[in-house]
Antibody
Framework: EVQLVESGGGLVQPGGSLRLSCAAS????????MHWVRQVPGKGLVWVAR????????TYADSVTGRFTISRDNAKNTLYLQMKSLRVEDTAFYYC??????????????WGQGILVTVSS | SYGLTQPPSVSVSPGQTATITCSGD??????SYWYQQKAGQAPVLVIY???ERPSGIPERFSGSVSGASVTLTISGVQAEDEADYYC???????????FGGGTKLTVL
């Protein structure tokens, strides 16, 4: 069974940093591109970042470019999101998600349960 | 950047057909995906590659494309279908993804 379990969320002050982790199991982690998607409570889904299979290629939404870094450790089956210079508007649930396997099949087939990040003084 | 536009809400009675549209620049050249999100839960993929259904998704869920718009259709809506629905696509390289703003489906 595919499982994605996020951790590392919590309360942080504006300007602070936080690192999210996502432990993957039930599939060959190194064979999949991975993403972070966020959702402000009561609002819609917003794509945040994408990383390729070996971690060498990453892309980001404009709103987080230069502040967030997506990375992975295939030996540990873990996805990360390093967040710096956090803003109040970064407050959201953050979902770890797996991209579908086939070429050009750019959708998510599995989601974690989400982890809440609250940026507030 | 580009966006995907969905109606904020759709309401139907049980047994009727619900249609949710999503329009934007990626279509029709890029695939569309639809996710169902029930209150307090993670999203679930219900349509991929415009009209394909993942295993376990009821046949009453279907997708279609027409020009720069895609549509999610739920035939014979049931109370359990009440949820938020999001469309999603990507740019031509797959490197930048976008979600629609979401549509709240209310079953009257």
């Amino acid at each position: 069974e595919v499982q994605l379990v996020e951790s590392g969320g919590g309360l942080v002050q504006p300007g602070g940093s936080l690192r999210l982790s996502c432990a993957a199991s039930g599939f060959t982690f190194s064979e999949y591109w991975m993403h972070w998607v966020r959702q402000v409570p009561g609002k819609g889904l917003v794509w945040v970042a994408r990383v390729n299979k070996d971690g060498r290629f990453t892309t980001y939404a404009d709103s987080v470019t230069g502040r967030f870094t997506i990375s992975r450790d295939n030996a540990k089956n873990t996805l990360y999101l390093q967040m710096k210079s956090l803003r109040v508007e970064d407050t959201a649930f953050y979902y770890c998600s797996r991209e579908r396997f086939s070429p050009r099949d750019w959708g998510v087939d599995y989601w974690g349960q989400g982890i809440l990040v609250t940026v507030s003084s | 950047s580009y966006g995907l536009t969905q109606p904020p809400s759709v309401s139907v009675s049980p047994g009727q057909t619900a249609t949710i549209t999503c329009s934007g620049d990626p279509f029709p050249n890029q695939y569309s995906y639809w996710y169902q999100q029930k209150a307090g839960q993670a999203p679930v993929l219900v349509i991929y590659q415009d009209f394909e259904r993942p295993s376990g998704i009821p046949e009453r869920f279907s997708g279609s494309v027409s020009g720069a718009s895609v549509t999610l259709t739920i035939s014979g809506v049931q109370a359990e279908d009440e949820a938020d629905y999001y469309c999603q696509s990507a740019d031509s390289t797959g490197n930048y993804w976008v979600f629609g703003g979401g549509t709240k489906l209310t079953v009257l």
